[in-house]
């Protein structure tokens, strides 16, 4: 049985490309990734290129308090619905790039989460239809400045504590055909797990959460959602390298280090 595609984005001699990953074989494509991609009688190697994030997002919407072993630990209430914030698009990394923190912005934490990838316009879906739109699925780190979130007594700073340069490292992959409730998030700080959560044990699964946000705005091929995270989350020290894996679709690595403090 052959596996479902997953997609990536690369950049080889300058030049910026999609295609298909089969071991360490991309079949280069041509055209757009969410609509009728055309193959190439094209192949690149992978160690030849550079991995690129695999999509390039209009938004990034991400969940607060949607596992309930992290809900349980925190003791937080039920939410009545998804309770989210957005990460700006210029906030997103490349695989094997370095995590750089803001100077002077205290703790940074990492987060292992399952994003999923929107393929098609999804207006106000059902429940029942929001599988139609998703293209496929991929490893984040939504790293945070945690000590920037709540500094405001009067306002809590979500998007500018979730959307510093470097704060979303995407990738390796989009893998499509997944059962996001089989899937298992694992993150390693340094080479020790951190957290090791299922999927399964999220509040608003991934059918109902692309149909709630799909009636609160419009979700355009290309867009992201992070489905929140679970236990295990904590800060990162300059030279920790961070790793995200989920079986199916690969293991996203990324350095952390601290910005320098300007004279």
Known sequence: MSMP?????????????????????????????FNAPRATARTL?????????????????ALWN????????????????????MKAPSSTLNPGETIVAPAGQGKIVYEGELAI???????????HAA????????????????????????FAQWVRAKS????????????????????????WLDGQLRQDYPVADIRFNVPRL???LSH?????????????????VGSMKPGSTVEIEIEGIGKLSNRFEAQRETP
């Open 45 to 61: 190697m992978l160690p030849t290129v550079k991995l690129l994030t695999p999509v390039r997002p209009g938004k990034v919407l």
């Open 131 to 154: 599988l139609d739109h998703v293209f496929g699925y991929t490893c984040c780190n939504d790293v945070t400045a945690a000590e920037v979130l709540n500094r405001d007594t009067t």
């Open 210 to 212: 692309v149909s709630l």
């Open 5 to 33: 595609p997953r997609w990536v984005r690369f950049e080889h001699e300058h030049d910026i490309g999609f295609g298909t990953l089969s071991g360490d074989v991309i079949q280069v494509h041509e055209g757009d990734m």
């Open 216 to 232: 609160d705005m419009t979700l355009d091929p290309g867009d992201v959602i992070l489905c929140g995270t679970s236990i295990g």
């Open 66 to 85: 949607n596992f309930h072993a992290l809900a349980a630990k925190l003791n937080l209430a039920d939410p009545a619905e998804p309770l989210y914030f």
């Open 164 to 187: 510093y340069d470097t704060f979303c490292p995407l990738g390796p992959c989009i893998a499509t055909g997944l059962d996001p409730s089989k899937l298992v998030v694992k993150t």
């Open 117 to 127: 990838v929107i393929g098609q316009r999804a207006k106000a879906v059902s429940e």
